[in-house]
């Protein structure tokens, strides 16, 4: 690592090593960093190791920032070590990572920012962590750091867990799992049904590991100086200017289309990308879905089986982003039999791809999706309706506002939140969307105002570029 003593104000930022955590971070590190900050920006070593193996050949010592310091931005690269080793799998074994993260991570985070703190004459000014974590408030008051949280999701989900104490008064904390009542007494959030909440809202999931990190760190968040959301202000307003009463927040979304970004190529996916471009240039405009679930989740054969057929049936084209373990295995034969030789022209799988690509070309017309909020904010961007087919975490509560509020996309299944799917209904529901029903038409003319406000507050004098603005005088305000 480069130890040259760094005259800007220097911040210590520490992602979630999960995709749809690391690509909002990776693009605010190189934001912050283009706004004459120094950045030491810290991977999990899985991470880095992941990064290694996927795009350079195991070569452990690769800087993964070394060009966007070519390009004259300050930042240093550098890893710790989380506890596991490298090859443990963080998805399968999500409870059993998330139970560690929480008991001994903060130690192993306590002892880096003193070596690093230690280790630099000009020491460190703010910490940038995920608000998922439970540890940021507790090591910045410990070493004196602006504490500032980015929280990934939308405003709506922050809001929600961040008023878990309203939620419990009104008996929706934890909630029944399958009612249907209103909740109508959240600041700043209009009303919404029990079951668009998250699942690790319900009684069922109570107990789980992220309902117990998350309303630890949403106890702690409230320490937080500075909280900046990767979503946009006009399609969030009333739920973001409530909780700016409490705290200062920012919308400074979408990140992943900062103009640094789209200049600056670091890499950040976390397996290889299979090329797509060939195949998308040999169809016709708007006539191809696209089809992936994220990174993180897990389903079974029967609703991989159904999607296969459905998509079959359905006679549209497609590309399937079929990632390794998304069973909660890795068998190789997650797909049915015979599958590949029946879908011919008609579909490309791939193991993973780069999806900001593949949903900007013309041959792409829609996104059967889990609703991921870095896929909504991409889906968004590129201008595609959507399919929504959330499953967990935050999914549920991200369709309701692609599908009910905004109104640019339509469910998989009736009710919106179903898992388990029908081959007919899938063909069905694929074949109306893509083929010009009155339905998608509406979503086009949603999807393209809602793409003309995402760039719009990227651009100089857009919300989300002020909002980056005020954020940053406000930061140097508070540190010196
Ligand atoms: C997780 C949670 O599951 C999600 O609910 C939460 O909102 C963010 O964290 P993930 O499931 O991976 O994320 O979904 P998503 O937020 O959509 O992030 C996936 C990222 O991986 C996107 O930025 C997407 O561009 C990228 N991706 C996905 C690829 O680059 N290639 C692919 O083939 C698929």
Redesign the pocket.
């Known amino acids: 690592m480069d130890v040259k003593p760094r005259p800007h104000p220097h911040a210590i930022m520490i992602s979630v090593p ?4 690391i ?1 909002p971070f990776v693009n605010l590190a190189l934001k912050l960093a283009s706004k004459g900050f120094s950045i030491t920006f810290v991977h999990i070593e899985f991470v880095h190791h992941t990064l290694s193996k996927a795009h350079h050949n195991n070569k452990n010592e690769v800087d993964f920032f070394s060009q966007a310091r070519e390009s004259g931005l300050d930042i240093r690269y550098t890893t710790i070590n989380d506890g596991f080793p490298v090859e443990f799998d963080r998805v399968i074994h999500f409870e059993e990572y998330w139970e560690s993260i929480l008991r001994d991570f903060p130690a192993r985070v306590d002892e880096f920012i003193e070596k690093t703190i230690k280790s630099d004459p000009f020491s460190a000014h703010f910490i940038v962590a995920d608000t998922s974590y439970s540890w940021p408030a507790t090591i910045a008051k410990k070493y004196n750091l602006v504490n500032v949280s980015f929280w ?2 939308p405003a709506l989900v922050f809001s929600l867990i961040y008023h878990l104490d309203l939620l419990r008064e009104n008996g929706h904390c934890p909630c029944k799992d399958n009612i249907d009542e209103e909740i109508n007494y959240l600041p700043g959030v209009e009303s919404l049904s029990t079951k668009d909440i998250m699942p690790y809202l319900k009684e069922s999931e109570s107990k789980t590991i992220v309902y117990t990190a998350l309303s630890t760190s949403f106890q702690l968040v409230k320490n937080a100086d500075f909280i900046l959301h990767n979503t946009i202000q006009e399609l969030e307003p009333t739920t973001l200017s409530s909780l700016n009463k409490k705290q200062p927040n920012y919308a400074i979304g979408p990140i ?1 289309f900062s103009k640094i970004y789209l200049t600056t190529t670091i890499t950040k ?1 976390l397996w290889s ?1 299979s090329n797509c471009e060939n195949w998308l240039d040999s169809k016709p405009p708007n006539s191809v879905l696209y089809v ?1 679930f ?4 897990q389903t079974n054969k029967q609703v991989i089986e159904e999607i296969a057929r459905g998509l079959l049936l359905s006679e549209v084209n497609f590309v399937w ?1 079929v ?1 390794a373990g998304i069973v909660g295995s890795y068998d190789s034969d997650v797909l049915p039999d015979g599958f590949i030789d029946e879908v011919k022209e008609k579909g490309l799988i791939v193991p ?5 690509t593949v949903l900007s070309s013309p041959a792409v017309g829609g996104f059967l999706t ?6 909504v904010l ?1 889906s968004m961007w590129c201008g595609v309706p959507m399919i929504c087919y959330p499953v ?4 549920p509560t ?1 369709r309701k506002l692609v599908v009910d509020d905004w109104k640019i996309g339509v469910n998989l299944c009736d009710d919106g939140l179903t898992l388990l799917v029908d081959r007919f209904k899938v063909a069905e529901k694929v074949r109306s969307f893509m083929c010009g029903s009155d339905e998608n038409m509406g979503l086009k003319e949603g999807i393209k105002k809602v793409r003309e406000v995402l760039h719009g507050a990227m651009e100089i004098g857009g919300s989300s570029e002020g909002n980056f603005d005020k954020f940053v005088d406000d930061l140097r305000g508070k540190i010196y």
């Open positions: 999960y995709q749809g955590h690509n990934t999701q992943n996916s990308e992936s994220g990174s993180l989740v982003v990632r993973w791809c780069d999806q900001i889990h609703c991921g909020w870095n896929s991409e967990t975490f935050d999914q991200n």
